[in-house]
């Protein structure tokens, strides 16, 4: 019988972003964002539900574009949940079925959707 599981991996990248209006986030700063996420799945016969590799390379892949950047010039409000948001609906437009995705800008802040 095939078992239903989740994997998951994770990433990290670095930008800066302002949120507007805000009292202390509303002065350009930057975060080493962390990113988490988890997909669930039939384990195959190769033992797997997805090669750890791929999955990584995918999350690398979306991550990217945000690498280094002024996040408020690809998201509006950048704020952990936004930006949670943008990623979580892109793996799901590269097929993958999302159950987690975790955005945290320190390691006592964070947003995450689950599914
Ligand atoms: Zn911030």
């Known amino acids: 019988m095939e078992r239903e599981m ?7 990248f670095s930008a800066a972003h302002s949120i ?26 190769n033992g797997m539900v997805m090669d750890f590799f791929d999955l990584k390379r995918i999350l690398d892949e979306v991550v990217s574009k ?9 998201i509006e409000i950048p704020t952990s949940e936004n930006i949670c948001l943008k990623i979580f609906e892109e793996l799901k437009e ?3 079925n999302v159950r987690r995705v975790r ?12 599914k």
């Open 103 to 114: 955005v945290a800008e320190n390691e006592d802040k964070w947003a995450e959707i689950r």
């Open 20 to 45: 507007p209006g805000h009292v202390k986030c509303g002065k350009v700063h930057g975060h080493n964002f962390k990113v988490e996420v988890e997909i669930s799945g039939k384990v195959g016969r």
């Open 66 to 74: 945000f690498d280094h950047t002024l996040l408020n010039e690809l």
């Open 94 to 96: 590269r097929g993958l």
């Open 6 to 12: 989740i994997i998951g991996v994770s990433t990290s």
